[in-house]
């Protein structure tokens, strides 16, 4: 199984960026997928999450109306679409897949694998 993440790089505030992470040895329509996100000194957090089917987005507040979680189930790929950069979004991104049915998305444990991480660093 491989998650691969891209699309990081180096921005000023206010610019955008699309982030991707392709899926590779599981069957990807079947995982919810989401995006979380570790700045240096702080702790995982939820970025975003969506269903399977794509039918239903989840967003942590500081990223809500900025960035847009969506899927492609044909390429096996998830993206996250980021706008309106602010330098407290540097971080490195990771995509991440589960297959808990129940999951609220929002929990780092229930998530059966993870992408290496992308590193997006935004500039003031």
């Known amino acids: 199984v491989q998650l691969q993440a891209s699309g990081g790089g180096l921005v000023r505030a206010g610019d955008s960026l699309k982030l991707s992470c392709q899926a590779s040895?599981?069957?990807?329509?079947?995982?919810?997928m989401a995006w979380f996100r570790q700045a240096p000194g702080k702790d995982r957090e939820f970025v975003a999450g969506?269903?399977?089917?794509?039918?239903?987005?989840y967003y942590a507040d500081s990223v809500k109306g900025r960035f847009t979680i969506s899927r492609d189930n044909a390429k096996n790929t998830v993206y996250l679409q980021m706008s309106s950069l602010k330098t407290e979004d540097t971080a490195v991104y990771y995509c991440?897949?589960?297959?808990?049915?129940?999951?609220?998305?929002?929990?780092?444990?229930?998530?059966?694998?993870w992408g290496q991480g992308t590193q997006v660093t935004v500039s003031s």
């Open positions: 991440a897949a589960t297959a808990n049915y129940y999951t609220d998305y929002r929990t780092d444990y229930e998530y059966d694998y």
């Open positions: 040895g599981i069957t990807f329509r079947r995982y919810h």
């Open positions: 969506i269903s399977w089917s794509g039918g239903r987005t």
